[in-house]
């Protein structure tokens, strides 16, 4: 299923289910699972079940009709995670060149520290600043380098700790497009003394999420989805989630030792090789329309906003 979270002129917020240009509504009324995204995943098995025999009878809205929201507009946690090798080759070789007294660096002479080969990396980011299809996003006051990242995301089904990476799909709900809007002046700023990236990715609407969220039975565990991003309609990036060094069943495993995960969370990817503007020395205007579309996913589309004086 393709389960989205919608809003209607009056400001209420429903779910549903996605089928082409019309929104099955699952009615809160008649199963409380269906009151938020967040119900419905931590309604387990039996909450999906019900949603798939509500679908047939359930009254339809036109998807015009309506605004998409984020499908779940706040996380119960948010991390996200570097996996794509190319990406970090690429970005850190455009780094070479922008930071004062570095040499310049050709990606395949990057060196990564071995720890990012053998156990994931990632940071805990702001689950308040979630944004939604169609969303405008903030310009950060005094950046001159905002930047996309292309990326898939995945929530989890259900909680655990010290989870095996062989169990990990058990934990997968679905997946979703993420766009980690980035301020590189911020983040290469802050980051420089050590800590990071603050900044450069924690501003209201930076986090953005959609169009829907796909089912595990209908998607899998998420490889070999192609993905693309387009700035004004160009292609700027395409990859491919098959070269993820690590599998989120991986990140799970590492990120629930000795720690509970919990149903709801939001996991990143990390950016696809080839997949933000750091990579191609290339950033984003204000007015801009940024579309990411992942395979069997669909297209996440935000506009940037204008500068603030």
Same mark, same amino acid.
């Given at each position: 299923?393709?389960?989205?979270?919608?809003?209607?002129?009056?400001?209420?917020?429903?779910?549903?289910?996605?089928?082409?240009?019309?929104?099955?509504?699952?009615?809160?009324?008649?199963?409380?699972?269906?009151?938020?995204?967040?119900?419905?995943?931590?309604?387990?098995?039996?909450?999906?079940?019900?949603?798939?025999?509500?679908?047939?009878?359930?009254?339809?809205?036109?998807?015009?009709?309506?605004?998409?929201?984020?499908?779940?507009?706040?996380?119960?946690?948010?991390?996200?995670?570097?996996?794509?090798?190319?990406?970090?080759?690429?970005?850190?070789?455009?780094?070479?060149?922008?930071?004062?007294?570095?040499?310049?660096?050709?990606?395949?002479?990057?060196?990564?520290?071995?720890?990012?080969?053998?156990?994931?990396?990632?940071?805990?980011?702001?689950?308040?600043?979630?944004?939604?299809?169609?969303?405008?996003?903030?310009?950060?006051?005094?950046?001159?380098?905002?930047?996309?990242?292309?990326?898939?995301?995945?929530?989890?089904?259900?909680?655990?700790?010290?989870?095996?990476?062989?169990?990990?799909?058990?934990?997968?709900?679905?997946?979703?497009?993420?766009?980690?809007?980035?301020?590189?002046?911020?983040?290469?700023?802050?980051?420089?003394?050590?800590?990071?990236?603050?900044?450069?990715?924690?501003?209201?609407?930076?986090?953005?999420? !959609?169009?829907? /969220?796909?089912?595990?039975?209908?998607? @899998? *565990?998420?490889?070999? &989805? #192609?993905?693309?991003?387009?700035?004004?309609?160009?292609?700027?990036?395409?990859?491919?989630?098959?070269?993820?060094?690590?599998?989120?069943?991986?990140?799970?495993?590492?990120?629930?030792?000795?720690?509970?995960?919990?149903?709801?969370?939001?996991?990143?990817?990390?950016?696809?090789?080839?997949?933000? !503007?750091?990579? /191609?020395?290339?950033?984003?205007?204000? @007015? *801009?329309?940024?579309? &990411? #579309?992942?395979?069997?996913?669909?297209?996440?589309?935000?506009?940037?906003?204008?500068?603030?004086?």
């Amino acid at each position: 299923m393709k389960l989205v979270t919608f809003e209607n002129g009056a400001g209420a917020q429903g779910i549903g289910i996605l089928d082409g240009d019309t929104i099955a509504v699952l009615d809160a009324a008649a199963n409380p699972a269906f009151g938020s995204m967040l119900a419905l995943i931590e309604g387990g098995d039996d909450a999906l079940s019900a949603a798939r025999k509500a679908q047939g009878s359930a009254s339809r809205i036109a998807l015009s009709s309506v605004r998409l929201r984020a499908p779940v507009p706040v996380p119960v946690q948010m991390r996200d995670s570097l996996t794509f090798e190319l990406h970090l080759r690429q970005a850190r070789a455009t780094m070479s060149k922008l930071t004062p007294g570095v040499p310049d660096v050709d990606p395949a002479d990057v060196v990564l520290p071995q720890v990012w080969y053998d156990q994931p990396i990632y940071y805990k980011g702001n689950r308040f600043s979630v944004s939604g299809p169609e969303a405008t996003i903030i310009w950060p006051q005094g950046e001159t380098r905002l930047d996309y990242e292309l990326e898939l995301g995945m929530i989890t089904s259900r909680g655990g700790q010290d989870i095996k990476a062989a169990d990990g799909q058990d934990h997968v709900f679905g997946f979703l497009v993420f766009n980690d809007f980035s301020a590189r002046d911020h983040q290469m700023l802050e980051m420089a003394g050590g800590l990071g990236p603050a900044k450069g990715k924690d501003w209201k609407t930076a986090n953005a999420m !959609g169009p829907c /969220l796909v089912t595990k039975d209908e998607i @899998g *565990d998420g490889s070999g &989805l #192609e993905m693309i991003a387009r700035v004004n309609g160009e292609e700027w990036s395409r990859g491919n989630s098959s070269s993820m060094h690590h599998s989120f069943g991986r990140i799970l495993e590492h990120v629930s030792r000795d720690e509970e995960v919990r149903a709801g969370e939001f996991f990143g990817s990390g950016t696809v090789g080839g997949g933000c !503007g750091l990579e /191609l020395n290339r950033y984003l205007n204000p @007015g *801009d329309v940024v579309e &990411l #579309e992942i395979e069997g996913i669909g297209i996440l589309r935000n506009r940037v906003a204008d500068k603030r004086r």
